[in-house]
């Protein structure tokens, strides 16, 4: 992993303050490709340079999108940040050790760290775009995180194994995942695999679980040849067996 692949998102922040303070948390780690979710217009550029100090660049060559999704299409692996932790929210969140152990051996490819509105974090809907969770261990009586704070904790998390390499490889991004997970379910939907409302569901789980596998362009073009050919071999027998009727 090479903190150039590391992109900070932002979905939706309010603060223009808190944005500055994110600018120099990250230059302070070495990380400089930042993307927000939202209109530049909506920010205070002065304070952002009253806060960013010498690192108000970030500001300036900041991307900016309109959904989350195209936010991180070019991305092999998304974290989305919580403290949350509700039965619908992902059940696997690891902490930033864990997370930045895990990312150590991705070593071609964007990986996005998302953060929420200050006042209501992530979505779920935000979330279930995301290949993994990410929290921050804190006191319960008061387990609420500045914005910069939580960005600051995390990208030191990543610069400190930044610094010791690991023999690494590229994943597929989300965007061919999304595609592989289309012709998996085109495939199930060809043999007749789906019941009326399992289908949506299904399509989640085969995109959650290849995401977080973070397979290689190889590895995800076996696994669809391998649907692709339990697709075939099925209708070939289902026409075998009309043909003996």
Known sequence: MNLSQIVIVL???DSSQNIGSICRAMLNMGITQLR??????????KEIR?????????????????????????????????????????????????FSEKINTISQGNIAIIFGNERTGLTDEELDLCTLGVTIPSSPEFSSLNLSHAVQIITYSIFTKATRQSPGYKPVTLERTNKAVQTINNNLEEINFFKLSGQQKMQRYW??????????????????????KIAGKYKKKLHKTKISR
Do not use: M
């Not at 290849?210 to 190889?218: D, H, M, Q, W």
């Open 11 to 13: 979905c939706h922040p």
């Open 50 to 98: 009253k806060l960013s100090i010498h690192a108000y660049q970030l500001w300036l060559e900041a991307k900016f999108f309109p959904s989350l999704q195209k936010a991180t299409n070019d991305c092999v692996l998304t974290a989305g940040t919580t403290r949350r932790k509700g039965k619908n929210r992902k059940p696997w969140f690891l902490y930033p050790e864990e």
């Open 207 to 228: 995109t959650s679980i290849i995401s977080r596998a973070s397979l290689s362009e190889s590895e995800l073009s076996y696994l669809e040849q391998i649907f692709t």
């Open 36 to 45: 927000i979710i939202g209109d530049k217009t909506d920010y205070d550029s």
